[in-house]
């Protein structure tokens, strides 16, 4: 484990010129939302729970029919999460509204993916398997890319993807796509905000959905909860909620505003663009084995070990 | 250099090994149970719960308790300690059979393990598990080549392959002595990267959990995560050594290494020290101690988790008499080790939480017998490599 003066100068020069050449630092972090995707407005006031779109949903990604499709009777019995069969689904709540005769009135939540505007799964993935398109704002998976490490589903604050826990070899990570493929088309929607018979399901640019979510607030004194869902969540998702009773009846988690991608990203860029710390510590720890190389060519007395 | 390592050349087999035998078994059909029914039909993964057993044990843990290879390493390569360094040899094999079970177990919990290669082509450097494998793969690498030297001393000038064989004799003792005269040069640069690259991936596995604020218990979420690993996988660098020296010495019956241990243990005491004060004073800033009353299977799972795996050890290693005894300082090595494994296991499963779907885990016996499998080939290899590879120290009488 010699290590010579000269070896020793040869690389800090190198190593030295390499930190050197780093630029200013990473700089804080931006977000890398596209300006203006595509979303859905979801209303809950008008969702009557008549499951269309999971059905739509199946056709359209050739997806297994949904469970008991024309039964609207005891699916709602239990709390459903989209999974590897299902991009989609309608759970109902009872969240303690009446109608005038007394009797509890329901309201119908579907849940998907909501195409984070700075997606954390997208951030996590180790391989860049998942993707924001620049384009339509759509959160989309590459499974060429994909190692299966489900770190995406780790990371998600909205726990949407679902993994093929039962294939042994090629297992995929299944997640509402946003239709992506029919968005790219003109005119194109995606399958369950088509075929919604109640308008509960709005598509159009995410800015006019914001401006319509709002119209509707005001124009409605009373009948929603002021607060557009998804609007600043997690820096903000591409699909957007409105209802009249809170979000957190509805399983729709409180979350904070910042980005879940940022903390982690802000600390890595900061200590490992281009390398600046690992070659600084390289070059420290040389720096102390040549010391102490040198140290051990001399004759000394020998390390004490614990004195008494 | 007064130490010689030398080959044990003990008897292998003994009923221990055959318990291991069994627990490899019972590892291996679960293992092919994987591969023919998938990762739900041996384990009790969900979509709210992907990462279990396998990731919080097989990875995080393993990663953790290979500390002793780098920091050993650091103290008698690069600090220039060289009373220390008999416990390089084994600690450097405990680091690199740890890692190649970090990779095997890797192998078993991902979806596609056929496509474990892929992170070398597509590049993310948004994701902290981008970072964190390439740091492993390439330490993984240094480790084999830093272990070289080990076989080079065995084997050179003395390979002697029987019948049809032989006429590679030769060139493997070229080989072997080329590798020798090469690696002599250069290895000041494998020790350091092993070094860099340790500290790279160490802290950032505390990176791992950042991305999900809303998932991890507070009690352990703060940005100082991957501070926290950093310097608990010093600490446990040490300790995790005296853990192995003593069970090594003693089911090997070999020479005590006390004049080595206490010393080293004296700058646990830092190490633990610095890591206590971090965790102590990141509660208290955060306030988060107003958790741990609350008597929950989470907040007792983090008092046990620092009483017994920080605080205690931490105090009985400051006294210089527990560190001369070899029981004592045997239980507080045992106690760091634990604590840094309940860590682990407390940021990957315990602190998780997903708070909208149905999460109960517990670990399937099918995730159970991977993990023991791997535990159990780990310990029976390092048996063999030690058995004949010069790794551990020369008993004296034998030595003199």
Known sequence: MELSRRTFFKFMGATGAAVTTKTSSAGAWTSKAPPDPYGCLVDLTRCIGCRKCEEACSEVNQLPAPESPHCQCTIFDKKRRPDESAYTVVNRYFTGKVDKFDQPLPTFAKVQCMHCQDPACASACIVGALTKDEVTGAVVYDVTKCIGCRYCMVACPFEIPAYEYFDPITPRVMKCTFCNERLSKEGGLPGCAAICPTEAITFGKRKTLLKLAKKR?????????????????????????????PFEAVNLPVLPDRPSPKLAETIQHSLFSYLWSPIALFAVLGAFMYRSGKKQSRPEKREVPDGP | ?????????????????????????????????????????????????????????DVATGVALAAGGFTTAALAHIWGRHHYEPITRPALLTAMLGYTFVVLGLLVDIGRSWAIWKPMVYWNFNSVLFEVAMCVMIYLNVLYIEFIPVVVEQFKGRVNLPGSFAFLNRFLNRLLALADRVLGKVMWVFVILGVVLSCMHQSSLGSLMLVAPTKIHPLWYSPLLPLFFLTSAMAVGYPMVVFETTLATTSFQLDSEMEILTPLTRITVFLLGSYMVLKLGDMAFRGTYVYLLEGTFQTNSFIIEMLFGVIIPFAMLVSLRVRQSRK?????????????VLNRINVFIVAYSPPLAENRYFPAPGEI??????????MFLYRFLVTWLPVLQKTREVAS
Do not use: C, Q
Request: avoid cysteine; charged fraction near 10%.
């Open chain 1, 217 to 245: 607030l005001r124009e409605n004194p009373g009948t929603y909860i002021d607060h557009v869902y998804g609007e600043k969540e997690v820096g903000g998702t591409s699909w957007l909620y409105i209802s009249s009773v």
């Open chain 2, 1 to 57: 250099m007064d130490h010689k390592s030398a080959p044990l050349k003990k008897k292998f087999f003994t009923p221990g090994v055959y318990v291991m035998l069994a627990f490899m078994a019972a590892g291996a059909i679960a293992i092919v149970a994987r591969f023919i029914g998938g990762i739900g039909y041996v384990s009790n993964l969900t979509n709210a719960r992907p990462w279990g057993l396998w990731v919080g044990v």
């Open chain 2, 328 to 340: 004592a300082l045997f239980t507080a090595a045992s106690l760091i080790v634990g604590g840094v």
């Open chain 2, 369 to 378: 017998f991977v993990t023991l499998g791997l535990i159990a080939t780990l």
